[in-house]
């Protein structure tokens, strides 16, 4: 048995077995990994209003008991630019069955650009601004990224890049 073991790593057979298991890590394992239920971590961050950043600020555990989705993105960001308006419709759609929307904005520059942002795509969802610290903290790495919040804190979905509005009122639903 030994020497079958051996004699399959030293042949080039365990190449595409190697491909086989790192697909398999990749596309399998690694969204569920990263979609499994796990306790949101603690935000607060200084509201950005469409004239000035106030001095409000959003805590994430002040809003416990309802359901949230983050969208980390920035004004720099094509998909993010899209994905705004499904997020101001479902906004209105769902508030009052108790969704909470907050756009979570990571400019390098800081929140200066928001306003604008905001007017321009007539967004009356919560927006922040947020610095590298809070990326690293919600493991954003690609923009827009959405993170889905149940009522008792936990995340339940969490997803980068193009969004339908379908797609993600059904997650919405599945929580309110």
């Known amino acids: 048995m030994l020497d ?12 595409p077995f190697i491909a086989v298991v790192s697909a398999l890590v990749v596309f399998v394992v690694g969204p569920w990994i990263a979609n499994r239920p796990r306790p949101a971590p ?3 961050l200084e509201i950005v209003h469409a004239n000035a950043v106030g001095p409000d600020r959003f805590d994430l ?3 416990r008991g309802k359901v ?4 980390f993105w920035a004004t720099w960001c094509g998909p993010c630019a ?5 997020l101001q419709r479902l906004s209105q759609r769902y508030e009052s069955r108790g969704l909470v929307v907050v756009g979570v904005n990571v400019d390098e520059d800081g929140p200066g650009l928001v306003p604008a942002f905001q007017r ?17 903290a919600w493991d954003v790495r690609y923009l827009p990224t959405t993170v889905l919040i149940d009522r008792t804190g936990m995340i339940r979905r969490a997803a980068s890049g193009d969004e339908t509005e379908e797609s993600l009122a059904r997650e919405i639903e599945k929580y309110l």
């Open 42 to 44: 603690p935000l607060n």
């Open 4 to 15: 079958r073991l051996r004699a399959f790593w030293n042949s080039r057979a365990i190449y």
């Open 68 to 71: 949230v989705l983050l969208d």
């Open 61 to 63: 555990g002040a809003v």
């Open 120 to 136: 321009r795509f007539g967004l009356t969802y919560t927006q922040t601004s947020a610095q590298v610290a809070t990326q690293r």
């Open 82 to 86: 899209r994905l705004s308006p499904t």
